[in-house]
Structure formats: structure tokens, C-alpha cells
């Protein structure tokens, strides 16, 4: 059963810490998504890669968030410093060619105190 | 800028029902997919069912449906003979000009036994 994994599912830290998120997309899709999700928000794209190049990473905070894949199995997404209102869910999604099939990770849920 | 509109931020509905979730959104593109997501308490995001624009025969997964009305911008979701796991947040999302998709804020679906 093949799925999008993340890690961790939870992560607890302080303000000023740096956080790092990781997602193994389903083998063989080759489109990386990256989302956070709050309440206030909703659903927004941070970033995406496509054979592990960044395509878009305009919803993404420049100057403390950083998206990459050091393989085709492997995105993190990490956050230095981290800030209280970064406390939110964050997804990955992974594809093959376009997004019209996305498959959705569960998740990391992170909390900056 | 694409947009989607979920005018009902909650619902709730007796088992066995029938619901529909309304969405509108608002694209300049003619080629585009619509998407309704499926988020339960466990927060895994799940597609339920796609439409292409291009299609003018309505989708339908099993007890889901939707009505796609292209001229009116308008893409509900029908849910026949409601279940109690059917209890859930329902995203609308729409891709866009760049190979995105944006998702719409939510509702809230309740499903009482």
C-alpha cells in the first residue's frame, strides 16, 4: 500500500529553534508538494518540485523557510528561526507529471511555544 | 487571480441523508480540474473526486457526485445515503494557470446518527 510518509508527526519547540520536516514521496511519483494548513488560513501551497527542481516557492516566507529534495525519495522543509505563528500542520502531497493526482501525507503538526 | 468560493462553513445532516456541498470558483482558464478533498478527524487529506472542465458529463464515485455547472462557475457535491464516517471537512480546489491547486476554505460536515 503505497503512501506519502512524514516525519515527525508531531514536533513541540521554542521560538527560535530550527525545525525540520521531512517527506518520503510514494516511489515513482516525481512532483513534491509542500502545504500548511491553519485555521485561520486554510490550505496554502509553500512550495513544489518536479524531478526534485523547485518550480514554485512564491507561498513560502524566504528568509527563514527552506524547501529541497537531496533525492528523489527525500523533501524536507525546514524552518530557522521558528516563530510562534508557524504553529500549524504542514503536508506533503506527492504526484506523477501534473497535479491533477495528488496523494496527501498525514501530516506534521507543528507547535512553537 | 483563481479563485474558490465554500459558502457553507458547516453543515449537519441525519444519516441516511442526502447533502450537497456548494462551491464557486472563478478561473480565467478554459482547461482546468476541480477537486473535492475529504479532510475526517484524522487529518489525512483524501481525494474524493475529480472533474475536468473540459467533461461535460458529471463525475460520480460510488455515493458521491457532483453537479458542474461550467457556465455558472459552480461545482457541487452531492452525497447520497450519508454515513456516519462520511463525517468530515470538505475542501474544494481548483488548479490553476501554473499548475497549482488552490483550495477553498472548508465546510464542515457533520453526520448524525
Known amino acids: 500500500d503505497a503512501r506519502v510518509t512524514q516525519t515527525p508527526r508531531h514536533k513541540v519547540t521554542e521560538m527560535g529553534q530550527e525545525v525540520t520536516m521531512r517527506c518520503q514521496p510514494i516511489l515513482g511519483h516525481n512532483t513534491v508538494f509542500w502545504y500548511r494548513q491553519t485555521m485561520m488560513q486554510g490550505l496554502e501551497l509553500l512550495a513544489y518540485?518536479?524531478?526534485?527542481?523547485?518550480?514554485?516557492d512564491s507561498g513560502m516566507p524566504k528568509d527563514r523557510f527552506s524547501a529541497e529534495m537531496p533525492d528523489a525519495t527525500l523533501a524536507t522543509l525546514k524552518i530557522q528561526p521558528s516563530e510562534p505563528r508557524d504553529s500549524a500542520v504542514y503536508f506533503c502531497?506527492?504526484?506523477?507529471?501534473?497535479?491533477?493526482?495528488?496523494?496527501f501525507g498525514p501530516g506534521t503538526r507543528l507547535t512553537v511555544t | 487571480a483563481q479563485t474558490v468560493t465554500q459558502s457553507q462553513p458547516e453543515m449537519s445532516v441525519q444519516e441516511a441523508e442526502t447533502v450537497t456541498l456548494s462551491c464557486t470558483y472563478d478561473?480565467?482558464?478554459?482547461?482546468?480540474?476541480l477537486f473535492w478533498y475529504k479532510q475526517p478527524p484524522s487529518r489525512q487529506m483524501i481525494l474524493v473526486i475529480r472533474q475536468e472542465a473540459y467533461k461535460q458529463q458529471n463525475a460520480t464515485e460510488n455515493r458521491f457526485s457532483v453537479n458542474f455547472q461550467k457556465a455558472a462557475k459552480s461545482f457541487s457535491l452531492k452525497i447520497s445515503d450519508s454515513q456516519l464516517g462520511d463525517t468530515a471537512m470538505y475542501f474544494c480546489?481548483?488548479?490553476?494557470?501554473?499548475?497549482?491547486?488552490?483550495f477553498g476554505k472548508g465546510t464542515r460536515l457533520h453526520i448524525l446518527p
Open positions: 518540485f518536479r524531478n526534485r527542481a523547485p518550480l514554485d
Open positions: 478561473t480565467s482558464e478554459n482547461n482546468y480540474y
Open positions: 502531497a506527492s504526484g506523477f507529471g501534473t497535479v491533477y493526482e495528488q496523494y
Open positions: 480546489a481548483l488548479t490553476d494557470r501554473d499548475d497549482k491547486i488552490i
